[in-house]
C-alpha cells in the first residue's frame, strides 16, 4: 500500500527533491495533496495511517490484532491498491 501512494504521488508530479521519501511524508503528501488539493482520491486519507497502525501493533508489540482488523485492513488496502492502479 505505501509503495503504491508513492507510485501516486510520483505519478501526480509530486515528489521531494531529497527523495526521501519517509512513511510520514507519504502519508501527510497524500493526504494533502491527492486527496484535499487535487480530490484524486477523496475518503481515503487515513488509509495509511490506520494500516500502519495496526502493521506496528502486529509487528513490534506482543498484542495480536484481531482476525477482523486484519481482514478490514487487507480490505482497506486492496480497496485503495484497485484505486491507484
Do not use: C
Request: aromatic share 10%; net charge positive; charged share 25%.
Amino acid at each position: 500500500m505505501f509503495q503504491a501512494v508513492l507510485v501516486a504521488l510520483i505519478y501526480h508530479g509530486v515528489t521531494k527533491p531529497d527523495e526521501s521519501h519517509s512513511h510520514e511524508w507519504v502519508q501527510a503528501t497524500f493526504a494533502s495533496e491527492l486527496v484535499w488539493k487535487k480530490k484524486i482520491f477523496p475518503g481515503y486519507q487515513s488509509h495509511l495511517m490506520n494500516i500502519q497502525r495496526r502493521r506496528n501493533t502486529a509487528d513490534y508489540e506482543s498484542q495480536r490484532i484481531s482476525r477482523k482488523h486484519a481482514e478490514r485492513s487487507f480490505k482497506m488496502s486492496k480497496e485503495l491498491i484497485d484505486k491507484i492502479m
